[in-house]
Structure formats: C-alpha cells, structure tokens
C-alpha cells in the first residue's frame, strides 16, 4: 500500500499535444512533475501521452524529431491538455490555470490527494532556477531548508534534533511545519524520499540490494525491504524484476 491514498481509483491522463518547433526542455519540465508524482506514489496514477496533430513525427526546436503517440483528433479528452510549441509549454482552455505547474500539482491534488501535491510542491521549489519567479505562495523557508538538508544526506539521515539545530528551529517547530504543509511527521517524509530514491537506483542501477538499502539509509536489509513493501506494496526484488522485464519489453 503507498503511503498516499489515492483520491480516485483510475488513472489520470495528460496529454501533451506538440507543435512543430516545440521547445523540447520546456516539455521535459512539463512532464517532471507527473513523473515525480508516480514515483512518490509508489504507483502509475497519471499516464503522459504525447500527440500531435496528424500522429506524425513532431520536430522540436533542437531539430530533433519526437514520434507522437496518437493524433489529437484520435483520442477522448484527457484530464489535462498541454500545448507545447516555440514559446513553451501551457495548459488548454479548459484549465483552471495559465501555469503549467499550478495545472498539474491541481490535478495531482484531486486524483491523489494534497498531501502528495504539497509534497511534491516543496520538492520542484527546491529545483526551480535562481532566477525564475517565485510561486505565489510559497512553502516556509525553513521547510525548503529541511528537505534541502534531507536530500543530500539520504544514505546517513540526520537526526531531528540536529536537523532542528541546523536550522535554527525547534523540534516542535519542525514538526509543525511539516504538518502545517506536507501533513505527516519528518520522519515520515524523510523515510519517504529515501524510498523513492531506493526504487530509482533498484529499477536503474545493478547495485545489491544490500548496497541499495545502505545507500538509502537503511543499515538492516530486512527493515528496508519491509519498509519498502508497505509503501510500494511490493517487496525490493520484485521491483527489480519488474524494471527488467519492462526493459527487456522495450528491445
């Protein structure tokens, strides 16, 4: 079982509709969230697919041509309709938003609830460029700090106190934060980005299993795999296994 309930049982479809010269790093961006929201999920709860006009082959603005997954007209109409072209990449008419970030953490928000979406929200702040504009509201200070210090020590996590120390907050402080904005403890959100990383290197690294469940902070290889189950409902070797079939598929 993922440790986020999902708000609706079938899977939420986006679909990016590409026009000639589209900017190709604009839709990498557009896609990450929705990437991002499966992996914390620990499921396939949104599903991207990629259109153009007639079906065919789109180039983008590198030159470089992107095969489509169907034609616009082919399809029924998804949850969420992007349009990437010179300019970038932005929600249809129908959205409730002119942001494409805003569009998909409120799509993320109704099919798998807020928590995820908040979550998901500190995390793409923490990679958003110096330069580009704030989000109108945006998390704490002190708790993009404290996922920031989270993520980079994933294999020897820091202790509450001192994660406190280091930001110059109390315990009781910390722990408000995280329920005031993600809902759920720090150790539960710290144990939940060191699992997702777990599942990145199990389904894209040879590592061990053992060497994996360190990486990640997890000293007993029997916690971690139970761990892992609970929040992905399926066991570390399974999902290994799962990630070579579907690359075995792929060739």
Request: one cysteine or more; aromatic letters at 6%; hydrophobic letters at 40%.
């Amino acid at each position: 079982m993922s440790a986020y309930e999902p708000g609706m049982p079938r899977t939420a479809c986006v679909q990016y509709l590409l026009q000639d010269g589209f900017d190709l790093f604009a839709l990498a961006l557009a896609m990450d969230p929705l990437r991002q929201a499966n992996r914390l999920a620990g499921n396939n709860a949104f599903s991207l697919k990629l259109l153009s006009v007639d079906g065919a082959p789109v180039r983008s603005s590198l030159g470089i041509s992107v095969n489509a997954d169907a034609a616009l007209k082919s399809c029924a109409p998804a949850d969420l309709l992007i349009i990437c072209n010179r300019s970038g990449c932005w929600p249809g008419r129908d959205s409730d938003s002119s942001d494409t970030r805003e569009a998909l953490l409120a799509l993320i928000g109704r099919h798998q609830g807020l928590a995820l979406a908040d979550a998901l929200r500190a995390i793409l702040d923490l990679t958003r460029p110096r330069d580009e504009a704030p989000p109108a509201e945006p998390p704490h200070p002190g708790l993009q700090r404290a996922i920031a210090l989270m993520r980079t020590h994933l294999a020897q996590p820091i202790e509450l106190p001192r994660l406190a120390a280091d930001l110059g907050l109390s315990r009781r402080q910390v722990e408000r934060l995280f329920q005031r904005y993600l809902h759920c403890t720090p150790a539960r959100y710290y144990q939940r980005l060191r699992l997702a990383h777990a599942r990145q290197l199990l389904r894209h690294s040879p590592r061990p299993l053992a060497d994996v469940a360190s990486a990640c902070g997890f000293p007993c290889r029997r916690h971690f795999a139970r761990c892992y189950r609970e929040h992905f409902g399926r066991p570390p070797q399974q999902e290994r296994q799962q990630a070579l079939e579907q690359s075995t598929a792929l060739h």
